[in-house]
């Protein structure tokens, strides 16, 4: 799918987001699908999510909670994906991954900006939201990728932690 077809504000397609189960993961757009991050299986009602990138190309899309955040993110992104949910593959084909609020339209006047991805350090402590909205991120991928998407909703680690994770895995025979 291309960005542009998404238009969360200007064409009411944000009301079927709403509308969808927390197990929904991906959502027709235009003839493309696109990759639904955040369906509110609620970790923290409050929270962005972080986004981590492996050297192979592989994403984690994670929100976690607890008193050592850290210690939290760290064992979200080592957890085993062996049981996590499956969710439809998601094709990329313009080399670029748009990441950005589904209340927004993807282009236009009525969308937000959209920042390169670029490294930063782990958050020790998660913060309280800013008051405006967060810009969306635009992930630089492989020309051609197709992800395999595993989700894991919810997951305690202890009486005080918890997270959930979404996984874009580059597939086989990719470009």
Known sequence: MRRSEWCGYSNDDFERVVDMAPEDSTISVGAGRAALVGGDGVVRDDSWIEVFQSE????????????DYARVLAAALMYPDAEDDEGDDLAVGSGELAVFSTAVDGAGEYSGPLSPARPGPVPVVHGPPKREPDPGMLIQTAETRVYRFKIRWYTELDDESC???WLLIPAENNG
């Open 56 to 67: 192979d190309g592989a994403l984690a899309f994670v929100q976690a909670s607890g008193p």
């Open 163 to 165: 997270f959930a994770r």
